[in-house]
């Protein structure tokens, strides 16, 4: 199946091209981007050309993940990991660069994902996980709908520290309030 591409405002979510490594390997890591997503610190700055060409082959293979764009330029990536036997995906959200951080291209994204998961593939679910420590974005995800569903209680070890995980979901009904 391939994925369509979608569009809000200035977000736009497309297919991984084999142009966007270069984009790609421009950002790098960064400590806000390692923050967010659990990376060890020893990660930051350090991405190659082979790092952004592994990138590259690990999207190209997910069933379900786009790039961002915003206002044209290649901003991040999300996805939609499916788990079919239980008619659910598993949503996640990369922005690489923090100066575009607080324009509402993760909510725009979002809205985009929840929208396809729901009216087109037609999900029962979708969930996600968040650090603990992420308070922007457990509440961007509260804002949409999702609920906290549980913990996985210091299930992520970064740099030696052990930090808990948060795991939200948001259901059909809920989203298009049946």
Same mark, same amino acid.
């Given at each position: 199946?391939?994925?369509?591409?979608?569009?809000?405002?200035?977000?736009?979510?497309?297919?991984?091209?084999?142009?966007?490594?270069?984009?790609?390997?421009?950002?790098?890591?960064?400590?806000?981007?390692?923050?967010?997503?659990?990376?060890?610190?020893?990660?930051?700055?350090?991405?190659?050309?082979?790092?952004?060409?592994?990138?590259?082959?690990?999207?190209?293979?997910?069933?379900?993940?786009?790039?961002?764009?915003?206002?044209?330029?290649?901003?991040?990536?999300?996805?939609?990991?499916?788990?079919?036997?239980?008619?659910? #995906?598993?949503?996640?959200?990369?922005?690489?660069?923090?100066?575009?951080?607080?324009?509402?291209?993760?909510?725009?994204?979002?809205?985009?994902?929840?929208?396809?998961?729901?009216?087109?593939?037609?999900?029962?679910?979708?969930?996600?996980?968040?650090?603990?420590?992420?308070?922007?974005?457990?509440?961007?995800?509260?804002?949409?709908?999702?609920?906290?569903?549980?913990?996985?209680?210091? #299930?992520?070890?970064?740099?030696?520290?052990?930090?808990?995980?948060?795991?939200?979901?948001?259901?059909?009904?809920?989203?298009?309030?049946?």
């Amino acid at each position: 199946m391939s994925l369509p591409v979608l569009k809000k405002e200035s977000v736009k979510l497309r297919p991984v091209m084999e142009s966007d490594v270069k984009l790609r390997l421009k950002y790098g890591i960064n400590e806000s981007f390692a923050s967010m997503i659990g990376l060890s610190r020893n990660k930051i700055g350090q991405f190659t050309d082979e790092d952004a060409k592994e990138w590259y082959q690990r999207v190209k293979k997910h069933p379900c993940k786009w790039i961002i764009e915003y206002n044209n330029i290649f901003v991040g990536a999300v996805s939609l990991r499916p788990e079919v036997m239980d008619n659910k #995906g598993r949503f996640a959200i990369e922005i690489y660069d923090e100066n575009m951080y607080n324009k509402g291209i993760g909510s725009k994204a979002l809205s985009l994902v929840l929208d396809y998961a729901f009216n087109h593939i037609k999900y029962h679910k979708v969930y996600l996980r968040a650090l603990d420590y992420n308070e922007r974005a457990k509440h961007v995800y509260e804002k949409f709908g999702f609920v906290k569903e549980g913990i996985d209680r210091e #299930g992520a070890c970064i740099d030696g520290k052990y930090y808990s995980d948060v795991y939200m979901g948001i259901l059909r009904r809920d989203y298009l309030k049946e």
